[in-house]
């Protein structure tokens, strides 16, 4: 049946679906299949961040990603 189906056809039948069920169906597929993909999308935040310099990403993403140590400052040695 399905290869009888038109482009418009399925179109018409995915509509009808509401947004939310396509988000979670996405949501199970990436934790399923993909379960190191949020890791690689934070490697490539932080990669990101030190390319382009921007300090105060880096520090939001050490935030959200560190035990709740804070970075340890630099000591000017006097």
Do not use: W
Not at 37 to 63: G, H, I, S
Request: aromatic content about 10%; overall charge negative.
């Amino acid at each position: 049946m399905l290869s009888s189906l038109t482009t418009r056809h399925l179109v018409h039948l995915l509509s009808d679906v509401p947004l939310f069920l396509f988000q979670k169906m996405g949501s199970i597929i990436e934790r399923d299949f993909f379960p190191d993909l949020e890791k690689l999308r934070a490697q490539n935040a932080y990669l990101d961040a030190v390319d382009t310099n921007d300090v105060l990403k880096l520090r939001e993403l050490y935030e959200k990603y560190s035990s709740g140590s804070k970075p340890q400052q630099e000591r000017c040695m006097y």
